[in-house]
């Protein structure tokens, strides 16, 4: 998985990926990447939280798959 990630402040500090609301990887240098492997059938959401230098942070809309 990658995303795009930019700061209006400062910039990119890193990009956090949470898995059904559990953090399950996060990356410092872009191109921003978690890798997620071995998945169970089932349902998923993942959400990525982006923080910047100056503390500013967002989370991005949820992909449902």
Do not use: H, I, M
Not at 7 to 13: D, H, I, L, P
């Amino acid at each position: 998985v990658q995303a795009d990630a930019s700061a209006v402040s400062g910039t990119v500090a890193s990009v956090e990926f949470w898995l059904n609301d559990e953090p399950c990887s996060w990356d410092s240098l872009a191109p921003f990447n978690a890798t997620l492997s071995a998945l169970p059938p089932g349902r998923y959401r993942l959400v990525a939280r982006v923080s910047d230098t100056t503390g500013n942070s967002t989370t991005t809309p949820a992909v449902n798959f």
